[in-house]
């Protein structure tokens, strides 16, 4: 093959995290309980188009972290949930803007089902007035699911999190929190277990890049 060809294969594939196999993961709704099903059939808001890259797909994982880590690359707006035997499952997420965004290593202190949502003094005071308490559902900002990060004991107040703006999947917004499609931190969420690290890279540490370049090596 001309060495040409050869390049823009490379070139091809380095979208795709640096990864040489990526697969689509199909959509289901097996994790969803009757409640899901009930409040996700008729959400009070638009459906997005998620870019095929941001949607659920499976990869080979060449990083060290271990079979149930969560990893987020603030970049590339992936989340990776490790699996065993060198895979990942990447999962398209919304990040916070760089002045915004938690990054480093946290634990999940807490798991909950459709949140409550209580924002937090400087949310109220950039993008507010809220309610002291936005009950669960569709239309709460933090979606199907919540899990919340600690160092150590405390809250860091970040978390992952579903949304009810599934259209800024990909991107990064002011919120700091990381976001998730509604059926994505469901499907996470079934799989994720308390207590389990979670690594969260600053923005110009990449994944991809550092897998691509292991790769190329």
């Not at 990054?103 to 937090?120: H, I, K, N």
């Not at 919340?148 to 800024?168: C, V």
């Not at 990064?172 to 799989?191: K, P, Q, T, W």
């Amino acid at each position: 093959m001309p060495r040409s060809l050869i390049a823009l294969f490379v070139v091809a594939l380095l979208p795709l995290g640096g990864c040489m196999q990526a697969t689509l993961s199909p959509s289901t709704d097996a994790s969803m309980t009757p409640r899901d099903r009930q409040l996700l059939a008729h959400t009070p808001y638009a459906q997005a188009n998620v870019p095929e890259q941001y949607l659920r797909h499976v990869v080979d994982y060449q990083r060290k972290e271990q079979p149930g880590t969560i990893l987020v690359d603030t970049d590339a707006r992936y989340l990776y949930y490790v699996l065993p035997e060198g895979k990942a499952i990447r999962y398209g997420v919304a990040v916070g803007e760089e002045a915004m965004a938690f990054s480093g290593v946290a634990r999940v202190g807490r798991l909950a089902e459709w949140p409550d949502w209580v924002p937090t003094a400087d949310i109220q005071a950039r993008l507010g007035p809220y309610p002291a308490r936005v009950p669960g559902g569709p239309a709460n900002p933090l979606g199907a699911r919540g899990i919340y990060l600690y160092s150590g004991n405390k809250d860091t107040l970040y978390r992952i999190h579903g949304t009810n703006q599934p259209e800024y999947i990909g991107q990064a917004i002011s919120s700091g929190c990381i976001r998730m499609r509604n059926e994505d931190v469901i499907d996470l969420y079934d799989r994720v277990k308390l207590n389990s690290m979670v690594v969260v890279l600053p923005p110009g540490q990449n994944a991809q890049a550092e897998t691509g370049a292991r790769w190329r090596g």
